[in-house]
């Protein structure tokens, strides 16, 4: 898996628990004292050892905690990739073109046996978008918060459905993202 990911990863949690945290959870992991490269690849067991010891660490749920680093992660794909992302396109039109840009990072970024996800996006709906996805690697819920991220760049709210779910057992994972404009309120 590509070190940014690692890297984000290291950063979400010492910014959110503190840096004790992280040290506590790399010497559970077996990689205390290691550090990550933005430009280099990794195992993606390691990761998931380590965001398995932040669970424990921090009792919350797994997924709960990858949804939050995906969200933590949002604003700097965002600066990262604005540049080339149309300005007149909507967060919709965002998620639909989704995987041209991860085809193109993945193809540059992750090396050795992992297999890059599949996606298959849909618009289903004026304001929802679809995606079926499959990855051994069973990080959906990173995807998720990185969406609910980048709403708050179109300031949009996300709400999530999940009607299919490799975690529940389905072949993939269907995920319904519903666009919701914010309303700004008036002052008095």
Same mark, same amino acid.
């Given at each position: ?17 503190? +840096? %004790?945290?992280?040290?506590? /959870?790399?010497?559970?992991?077996? @990689?205390?004292? =290691?550090? #990550? ?7 993606? +067991? %390691?990761?998931?050892?380590? /965001?398995?010891?932040?669970?424990? @660490?921090?009792? =919350?749920? #797994? ?126």
């Amino acid at each position: 898996m590509q070190g940014f990911v690692f890297c984000e990863f290291q950063e979400y949690v010492q910014r959110t628990f503190g +840096p %004790e945290t992280w040290d506590q /959870i790399a010497e559970r992991a077996g @990689v205390k004292g =290691k550090s #990550y490269s933005l430009f280099s690849s990794y195992p993606t +067991p %390691e990761l998931e050892g380590l /965001i398995q010891q932040l669970s424990e @660490v921090v009792r =919350k749920p #797994y997924q709960e905690l990858l949804e939050e680093c995906g969200m933590y992660i949002a604003p700097k794909l965002w600066r990262i990739s604005k540049r080339m992302i149309p300005s007149k396109w909507t967060l919709a039109d965002l998620i639909m073109n989704i995987t041209g840009f991860t085809d193109h990072i993945l193809a540059h970024a992750i090396s050795g046996t992992d297999v890059p996800p599949t996606m298959r996006c849909e618009k289903t709906g004026p304001d929802e978008v679809t995606i079926h996805y499959y990855s051994p690697r069973k990080m959906c819920a990173m995807g998720k918060g990185i969406v609910r991220g980048m709403g708050r760049q179109y300031g949009v709210d996300v709400t999530v459905t999940e009607p299919q779910c490799m975690l529940r057992g389905d072949p993939e994972c269907e995920i319904v993202f519903h666009m919701h404009k914010k309303v700004a309120v008036a002052s008095e």
